[in-house]
C-alpha cells in the first residue's frame, strides 16, 4: 500500500512561505475600504498558479468581524444562478443574516419553475434554514402552499409574530411587484433582494464573497471580451454587493467593462505570478525534501507554479529515497505518476473523466475495471494536493492533473467510463425520484451529469436526451436543463470533436434547440423562441423535431402569428405518431374551436381523448374542459357543466393543482350565465386560488365572470369595479382575446347605465380586436345581434359579422344555436332595451 501523501501539512506550512505580502496587504487594504460600493479585487493568473489556494487563505485570513462564503464556479452546478444563491444563501444565513424577502422572493421564483412539485420541507430549497419559509410550511399544517408573493406574504403574516420584520415585509416594494413579472425579470429581482438583505447586514458586520474559476463559467469569451451572456446573473449579482467585497479568480482579467466602462472603476485586478525562488525551495524544505541539488532542480522546473511543487511533494511522500531530477513541469507530472502505485495511476486516469466524485462514483469505476475499490485507496487518492474536497463528501481533480490523466487514456477506455458513469448517475437519480437519495448534489445534479457521460460515451440518442430533461424538471427544475443544455452546446463544439458534422449530432443539437425554445417560452420570450426554430419546414416524424416545432408554434402564437401556428400544429398531428402527437392534437382542436370550427374541434378532442394513454390524466382532462368551453360559446349550458365535472375528474385524479383551479374560474364563467348569486361566491373563490398561483389571464377571467354576475343582479357599481380590476389583469397577461370578451360584457353593463354611445364604441372596439386575433366568430355574430337588437346597429360591425358568420361551423343545427343566442341575449339584456 503506497505511503499516504503528507500534503495537508505541507499546505497548512506554505502560508509561511508564499512570499506574497503584497497581495495579502492589497487584500486587507480592500477589507478596510469597504464602502457604499461594489468592489471586486480580481485575482488573475495561469492555471495551477495556486489561485483556489490562495483564495482559501485569504478567507483564513479575514478578521471575524466580517462574514465570509465562497462560490465554486468549477462545479457545473453553482454556474446556475438558483443553485449558487442558495449556497450563497446558506453560507451567510449561518452567519446571521435574515435573508426574509430574499426567502420569499427566491421561494416564488422557485416555484415557477417547479409548478409541477408541491412547496413543502422536501422539496423547497433552504426551508429548514429560513425563519420565514420554516414559519409558513408549519403554520400550513399541510395544506397546499403555493410559491407567488401575495399567498406567501399573506401566510407569512399569519405566522410571522415578530411585528417589525411581518411590516418590513408586508410593505416591500419590490415583493409586490413579483407576481407581475416575467421570468426573466424574477431572476433579477432575486438577484436584487439577495444583495439588498447583504448590504443591510454588512451596516453591523462586513462582508467578502469569494469566487473561484471564473474561467470554468465563460471558458471562450467572444472577440471584445463579451461572453454568450453565461455570465450575465453573476456580472448582475455583484454589481449590487454594496457594503461587501468580492475576490475572484480567473486566468484572464475581468473584460466586463465592454458592457459597461463602470466596471473599470469596480474591479481591481492583481496578477499572481510564480513563487519567488526563495519561496520555492522554503516550501520543499519543509516538505522534506532537503538535498540542494534536487531541491534546484524542481523549483526551476515548477517555474513557482504551486500545483507542480505541491505534484513534487506528493512525489516524494510516495519515493523519499528516489532522486531523479526533472527538468521540466511536464516531468515533475511524469514522476509522480512512475512513483505511485500502478492501481492507483489507472484509477485516477479513470477518475479523471468524472467532473465530480464521491466514494460511490470510485466503486462505480473501480468495479468495472477490477481496481481496489477499499478504504485505504480512496482515502490515499483524495489526500493528493490535486484533489479537492467539495461538501456533502465529494470531490474534484485539479484541472491540469485532469489533462494530464486523460492523455493517457484512449478513445475507447474513455467511452467505456463514460458509459459507466452514465449508467451510475442513472441509478443515483432514480434513487433521488424514489425518495431513497435526498443528497442536494444527487437531486440536482444526476441526471445532468447522466447526458454529460452520454454525451461522452455517445450512447445516448436525442429523445433520451429529452426525456432525461424532462425528469429533470419534476425533480430539480428549470436551471438542471439549461445546464444540458450548455453541456451539449460545448460538447458539439469541443475542437477536434468528430461527432459535430454527423447525422446523430444534427439530432443532438436540434434536441438542445427544443429545450432552450422550451425554457425561453417559460420566461415569456417568444422572440427568443422563433429566433431558436427559424425553420420549420422540416419531418416533424421523431419525438424530438415535433417538440422542436411545437414550441416554435406556440412562440408564433403568442406573438400573433396565428395562421402560422396553426398550420405546425396540424402538421405535427398529422404527421407526427409519438409522444408529443396528444399536445399537438389539443392545440388543433383549440385552435379550431377559437377560429368557429366547433364542428371539427370537437370530433379532433374526442379522438385524442381516445388515444390518450393511461398516465395522461391530465391531457384528458384538458381535452374535457377544451369541450366545456366550446359548448358554452355554443350556449348549450347543461352539456358545458356535463363536461366541465367530467374534466375536474380527470384533474382529482391526476393530483393537478392548476387544472383544478382553472376549473373553478371556468365553474364561475359558467355560473355568470346560469344562476348569478352563486357565480360571484364562485369566481371569489376562484380568485383566492389563482393569485395564489400568479394565473394573471385567470383571475381576469375570473373578475369577468363577477362582473357578468353582477350587472345582471343589477349592482352596476360593483360590476363596474370588478370590470376594471379584470382588464388591469388582462392587459398585465397580455391576454387580447380576453380582454375583448370582457369587454363584449362591459358594453351590456355601460347601456343599463344608460351610456349608449359608450356602449356602441365599445362593442365595436371589441369585434375587431377579436377580428385582429382571428378568433371566436360566434361572439362576434353575437355582439351584432346584441347592437341589432338595443339599436346599436353600426355598419362596420355588420361587416364584421358577416364576415365572421362563413367561418362557423356550429355542433348542431343552426337554428338550435340561433335559438340558443336569442334566448342568452333576453336574458342578459332584459330591461337594457
Known sequence: ??????????????????????????????????????????????????KSRLLQELRDRTPETCRTARLDLQLPVLRQQEDALAVLRVEFGSQGVKFDRFDIAYAVLWQRVHPQLPMDRKNTPFAEDSDVLSKVLDDAMGLPVFGTAAGLVRLTGRAMTNRRRRHRIESDPTLQELDSLSNA?????????????????????????????????????????????????????????????????????????????????????????????????????????????????????????????????????????????????????????????????????????????????????????DLPTNLLTWESLTAYSFAYPLPEGWYRLHQLMVVTLQH?????????????????????????????????????????????????ARDITPEEILRHADRALAMSGRQAVDGMVKDIRDHLAAPGDTESATDRAGG?????????????????????????????????????????????????????????????????????SGEARTSAGLWVADIRMWQGDFEGAFALAEEVHGSCAPHEAVARGDLKRLMHLGHR????????????????????????????????TNRAELL???????????????????????????????????????????????????????????????????????????????LRRGERTASGELLLHAARELEICQVYPSLIVAMHRMAERTGLAAPELAAAAGRAFPLMRPRGAPEDLERRTNEVLSMLLGTAR
Open 408 to 456: 493517457h487514456l484512449s478513445p475507447a477506455v474513455q467511452r467505456h467510463v463514460h458509459a459507466v458513469l452514465r449508467q451510475h448517475w442513472n441509478e443515483l437519480a432514480e434513487r433521488a425520484e424514489s425518495g431513497a437519495e435526498t443528497s442536494a448534489v444527487t437531486r440536482s445534479s444526476s441526471l445532468r451529469e447522466a447526458v454529460y457521460h452520454g454525451l461522452h
Open 508 to 576: 443532438i443539437r436540434a434536441a438542445a434547440d427544443c429545450l432552450d425554445a422550451e425554457s425561453k417560452l417559460e420566461l415569456g420570450d417568444a422572440g427568443a423562441a422563433i429566433a431558436l426554430t427559424p425553420a420549420l419546414d422540416g419531418p416533424v416524424r421523431s419525438t424530438v423535431s415535433a417538440r422542436l416545432a411545437l414550441a416554435g408554434a406556440n412562440a408564433r402564437r403568442i406573438a400573433g402569428e396565428s395562421g402560422h401556428a396553426a398550420s405546425i400544429f396540424v402538421r405535427v398531428w398529422q404527421e407526427h
Open 633 to 664: 360559446f355554443l350556449m348549450d349550458f347543461p352539456s358545458a357543466a356535463a363536461l366541465l365535472a367530467e374534466a375536474e375528474e380527470e384533474y382529482r385524479a391526476a393530483g393537478s393543482v392548476v387544472g383544478l383551479a382553472n376549473i373553478r
Open 185 to 369: 425579470e424574477l431572476g433579477h429581482a432575486v438577484s436584487y433582494l439577495f444583495a439588498e438583505e447583504l448590504r443591510e447586514s454588512a451596516a453591523d458586520r462586513p462582508y467578502a464573497l469569494f469566487v473561484d474559476a471564473y474561467d470554468a463559467m465563460v471558458p471562450t469569451p467572444l472577440p471584445g471580451g463579451r461572453s454568450y451572456g453565461s455570465d450575465a446573473w453573476l456580472r448582475d449579482l455583484l454589481g449590487q454587493l454594496h457594503g461587501g467585497l468580492t475576490v475572484l479568480a480567473s486566468r484572464e482579467p475581468l473584460p466586463w467593462a465592454v458592457y459597461d466602462k463602470d466596471w473599470d472603476t469596480v474591479i481591481r485586478p492583481s496578477r499572481i505570478d510564480g513563487l519567488p525562488m526563495a519561496a520555492r525551495l522554503d516550501l520543499l524544505t519543509q516538505a522534506g525534501i532537503t538535498e540542494p541539488p534536487r531541491q534546484r532542480s524542481i523549483a526551476e522546473a515548477s517555474a513557482g507554479v504551486p500545483f507542480y511543487l505541491h505534484l513534487a511533494v506528493d512525489t516524494h511522500a510516495q519515493s523519499p529515497t528516489r532522486q531523479e531530477d526533472a527538468g521540466t513541469a511536464e516531468e515533475i507530472v511524469q514522476r509522480f505518476l512512475q512513483h505511485v502505485a500502478p492501481d492507483e495511476v489507472r484509477i485516477l486516469e479513470l477518475l479523471s473523466l468524472a467532473r465530480t466524485f464521491d466514494v460511490r462514483v470510485f466503486r462505480a469505476i473501480g468495479q468495472s475495471f
Open 672 to 750: 355568470a350565465f346560469t344562476d348569478p348569486e352563486a357565480a360571484v361566491a364562485e369566481a371569489g373563490a376562484a380568485l383566492d386560488v389563482q393569485r395564489d398561483l400568479g394565473a394573471q389571464h385567470e383571475i381576469g377571467k375570473a373578475y369577468t365572470a363577477m362582473a357578468i354576475a353582477q350587472t345582471r343582479l343589477g349592482q352596476l357599481d360593483r360590476a363596474e369595479a370588478s370590470f376594471g380590476s379584470a382588464d388591469t389583469a388582462l392587459v398585465r397577461a397580455g391576454y387580447r382575446s380576453g380582454r375583448a370578451r370582457a369587454h363584449m360584457f362591459h358594453a351590456l353593463l355601460l
Open 1 to 50: 500500500m503506497p505511503i499516504r501523501p503528507r500534503y495537508r501539512r505541507v499546505s497548512a506550512l506554505q502560508r509561511q512561505f508564499f512570499n506574497r505580502e503584497g497581495l495579502l496587504a492589497l487584500y486587507e487594504e480592500e477589507l478596510a475600504g469597504i464602502a457604499e460600493r461594489p468592489r471586486i479585487l480580481n485575482l488573475v493568473g495561469i492555471g495551477g498558479i495556486g
